[in-house]
């Protein structure tokens, strides 16, 4: 099982983005999902995360900018964090952590390595 970002770039002050986070592999389904984010080499901090029964939250100081969504199949393997009105301090890598089950094995904690975002100034 692999998890794998995308959808990162350049953009300017105000622009949007939108990033997926895609499990790849043999698994049964992917249950939570959570975006991080680590600016300037600090500590990962949560952006937003989807639980396996469908509720959401994005951080406050995000709220009305970010948004989290999921695909709608019986898998749930991709999901989906669209960014909008993005500012300079938006700038970092983006990862995702997701809650992946695999029949046999249960289910266990996988983590992407990362997307950047920049922001331009």
């Known amino acids: 099982v692999e998890v794998l970002e995308s959808g990162g770039g350049l953009v300017q002050p105000g622009g949007s983005l939108t990033l997926s986070c895609t499990v790849h592999?043999?698994?049964?389904?992917?249950?939570?999902v959570a975006w991080y984010r680590q600016i300037s080499g600090k500590q990962r901090d949560l952006v937003a995360a989807t639980a396996d029964d469908g509720t959401s939250n994005i951080t406050s100081s995000l709220q009305g900018r970010f948004a989290i969504s999921r695909d709608n199949t019986e898998r749930k393997g991709t999901t989906f964090l669209q960014m909008n009105d993005l500012k300079f301090e938006d700038t970092g890598v983006y990862f995702c952590k997701a809650a992946v089950f695999v029949a046999g094995t249960g289910e266990s904690t996988f983590w992407g390595h990362g997307t950047q975002v920049t922001v331009l100034s």
């Open positions: 592999g043999r698994y049964n389904t992917v249950g939570d």
